[in-house]
């Protein structure tokens, strides 16, 4: 069964150092999603991306945060100066379609678990 | 360090026994509500959703109940299976957004043996 994959599985950076999380999405989807998850709390969103644009961001995802799809399978997501409260897991989605006419099953990658110290 | 994150309810049952597992929402535009699933290191697994015209669904196993009067949407497991432990998360997509989820704040399911 096709999923997300994510690398790296665990990234260790230090404060104010700019670090970048990948995603491959299921092949044939159209709608790509970031959430973080800070260790023990619930998942928030972030940011969804479709037709290489931001389509939604959440307050979260401020000037420091950028995404970008560089080729046909890979979706970033880049921290310019990380913080020590940008420690967390980061998970990447996507869905087949989206619009607002139904509900699509949102896949999750297996995350990647940023350490800032 | 790590920060310490909120203390997660946890309910513990018998395997064999039926669970249920209960979310509050907040907004009353959202027209869809999902529960998902998520083991230990992984990312959130879907389970069942529920469209906001409906007041209950089933799948395999499980059942999904909301209440709109008071904001109030359960998970029932039939037959809980060790397999099925976990932490359980409810989530909204409000009516006017692009499937952007909100997530709850999550239910450890504990199944004992």
């Known amino acids: 069964e096709p999923e997300v994959t994510q690398t790296p599985s665990h990234q260790v950076t230090q404060m104010g150092q700019e670090v970048i999380l990948r995603c491959v999405p299921i092949?044939?989807?159209?709608?790509f999603y970031w959430y973080r998850q800070i260790l023990g709390q619930k998942v928030e969103f972030l940011v969804s991306?479709?037709?290489?644009?931001?389509?939604?961001k959440s307050e979260i995802f401020d000037d420091q945060f950028s995404v970008e799809r560089p080729d046909g399978s890979n979706f970033t997501l880049k921290i310019r100066s990380t913080k020590l409260e940008d420690s967390a897991m980061y998970f990447c989605?996507?869905?087949?379609?989206?619009?607002?006419?139904?509900?699509?099953?949102?896949?999750f990658g297996p995350g990647t678990r940023l350490t800032v110290t | 360090g790590e920060s310490v994150g909120l203390h997660l309810p946890t309910l513990s049952v018998q395997e064999g026994d039926n669970s249920i597992i209960n979310c509050a929402y907040s907004n009353s535009a959202s027209d869809y509500f999902i529960w998902y699933k998520q083991e230990s290191g992984k990312g959130p697994q879907f389970i069942i959703d529920?469209?906001?015209?409906?007041d209950k669904r089933q799948g395999q196993r499980v059942t999904v109940l909301l209440n709109k009067t008071v904001k109030h949407l359960s998970l029932q497991i039939a037959a809980t299976q060790p397999g099925d432990s976990a932490v359980y998360f409810c989530?909204?997509?409000?009516?006017?957004?692009?499937?952007?989820?909100?997530f709850g704040g999550g239910t450890r399911l504990m199944v004992k043996p």
């Open positions: 529920i469209r906001s015209n409906m």
């Open positions: 092949s044939n989807h159209l709608y």
């Open positions: 989530a909204e997509k409000a009516g006017n957004a692009g499937n952007m989820l909100t």
């Open positions: 991306f479709y037709n290489n644009e931001i389509s939604e």
């Open positions: 989605a996507s869905i087949v379609a989206g619009g607002t006419g139904g509900f699509r099953e949102q896949y």
